[in-house]
Structures are given as structure tokens and as C-alpha cells.
């Protein structure tokens, strides 16, 4: 099975074309191809396929073999292939995910598409949409919830969540050194409140434009991006009163531009590096 690595700004995947090989079984290959001492190394899975209503369709595994909905870093990937594998003509494309249609546009330098802006649609702030549930029946569950008070075992964190397809929950610190990724990271992601799971981040407002962000991805664990995350922060911050509809948010990867248009829609530009290709034995 043939193969290639991409990444942004290190939050990397192994991608598959469907147009030119099968997959039988796509939940154990990326538990397989994702452990960097004996697999590939990844944080997880992309299938580029066919679509019927845009021009390729994503899949996502995360490395746990669990599917994600939406990946901002790995749709970037998607565009890029598709563009230099010429499975689509010129520099735009529409891409097909499970949680909508998401229109690309790419720039090109060296023959090579560096850039890639896309639009990751509308947020969605509803806590159904979200996966929430209150496990307080004393408590009303509110329509949104920003600066909203959860407890998790012996923590109260304060959450603004917001789903870009998939689900984040954004706290805002001032002393981001002090965050222990490893212990808070999974203790948010499978709290009760979430039962289908939720990704992590935590926020530290540099400047109205300039936010820097450490990431916990549920089925991944620790990462150096997220795409998605990024522009769930900066809805949050505009939520919140924090930042500015536009932000560069910077993460241990790296920066990404994020926009939260007039529009509503929220627009994400950032890198999409091809790593290498290669195959992988069935």
C-alpha cells in the first residue's frame, strides 16, 4: 500500500489514496501505522476518496483507530495532495468531511503547494453539539457554554466550548508553564460531562491579535497543532471578550492565522508540508 507523510506545523498524518488503493480495514491500520518505534509514526490516519458532492472526501482515524470528524492540519494535507496529484484542476477545491463541505484555496511557490486557507464554516455553540450532559439534574444546562464553570473530579475548570465540527473546550490562562499537558489533557477529555470524548486546550492571551496554545486531542493525546483547536480558540476569545475576530494563534508547531468572519464562518490559513512517501507492507 502506498502512502505519504504530511504535516502541519508537526501535527502529522499518513494519508491514503482511495482512488488508487483499498483499505479493508482502516480503524487497525492507523493504530498501526501511528507508533513512531515501530509504524510509521503519526497522530493519525487521512483517506482521500472519491466524493460525489464536492472534490475529494476526507476520512479521519485518529491513532487510537477512533474517527474524528474534522482535522484542520490534515484537511491542509488533503488539499496539497490533491492539487499535486492533479485530482483536481487549478488552486481551488471543495472537500468533503463528516462535518460539512469545506472549501480550499492553495498557493503555490516552487511548484509546490506551501499555503492553504480554508474555510472551516460556522461554529457551533450549542452544548448538544458539543456532546455535552449535565451531571448535575439540579443544574440547567445553559444555551451556550462560555466562561462556563464545570467540575471535574476534584477541579473546577472554567470552559468555553465550541464545536468546528468536532468538539473543543478552550480554558484561558495566564501562566500556561504551570499546565501539566499530560495529566490535565486526558482527565478533560473523558470527563463525564463529554461521554463521546472532547478535545483540550488551553489559551494564554498575548495580545488582542496573538494567542498561544498547548493542545490535548482525544484518541491522540499530546499534539503540536490543531487546526480546528486554533479556531475554536479564537472563537472563544471573541466570545469572551478576550481577542480580536482575527488572531494569530501560536502553537508548539508553529503559527496559523484564524479569522471569525461577518460571515460567521471561521477561516484558517496555515503550512501543508509533504514529509515522504512510501509503502507500507499488508
Not at 27 to 46: E, F, K, N, Q, Y
Not at 148 to 172: K, L, Q, W
Request: charged share 25%.
Amino acid at each position: 500500500m502506498k502512502f505519504t507523510k504530511m504535516h502541519g506545523l508537526g501535527n502529522d498524518y499518513v494519508y491514503v489514496d482511495l482512488s488508487r488503493e483499498r483499505i479493508d480495514d482502516p480503524v487497525g491500520l492507523a493504530r498501526a501505522l501511528a507508533p513512531r518505534h515501530t509504524g510509521v509514526g503519526s497522530d493519525g490516519l487521512i483517506l482521500i476518496a472519491p466524493s460525489q458532492v464536492a472534490d475529494v472526501r476526507m476520512e479521519m482515524y485518529n491513532a487510537d483507530g477512533s474517527r474524528s470528524e474534522m482535522c484542520g492540519n490534515g484537511i491542509r494535507g488533503v488539499a496539497k495532495y490533491a492539487v499535486e496529484h492533479g485530482l483536481v484542476k487549478g488552486l481551488e477545491l471543495r472537500i468533503e468531511t463528516d462535518s460539512g463541505i469545506r472549501p480550499a484555496w492553495c498557493t503555490v511557490s516552487g511548484g509546490q503547494v506551501r499555503q492553504v486557507r480554508i474555510d472551516m464554516g460556522k461554529p457551533a455553540l450549542n452544548p448538544a453539539d458539543l456532546g455535552y450532559r449535565s451531571i448535575d439534574r439540579h443544574r440547567p444546562v445553559p444555551d451556550k457554554l462560555v466562561d462556563h464553570e464545570i467540575p471535574i473530579g476534584d477541579t473546577t475548570y472554567r470552559f468555553t466550548c465550541v464545536s468546528m465540527g468536532n468538539p473543543h473546550a478552550v480554558v484561558f490562562v495566564e501562566h500556561l508553564h504551570r499546565i501539566d499537558l499530560t495529566e490535565e489533557g486526558p482527565r478533560i477529555e473523558h470527563a463525564p460531562q463529554f461521554p463521546q470524548r472532547i478535545n483540550a486546550h488551553f489559551a494564554r492571551v498575548d495580545a488582542r491579535d496573538r494567542v498561544t496554545v498547548r493542545t490535548w486531542e482525544r484518541g491522540s493525546g499530546a499534539t503540536r497543532a490543531c487546526g480546528t483547536g486554533a479556531c475554536a480558540v479564537c472563537v472563544a476569545g471573541v466570545l469572551t471578550g478576550r481577542t480580536a475576530r482575527s488572531i494569530t494563534a501560536t502553537l508548539p508547531g508553529g503559527n496559523l492565522d484564524v479569522e471569525w468572519s461577518d460571515d460567521d464562518h471561521v477561516y484558517m490559513t496555515g503550512p501543508a508540508v509533504e514529509v515522504f512517501a512510501g509503502d507500507w507492507p499488508e
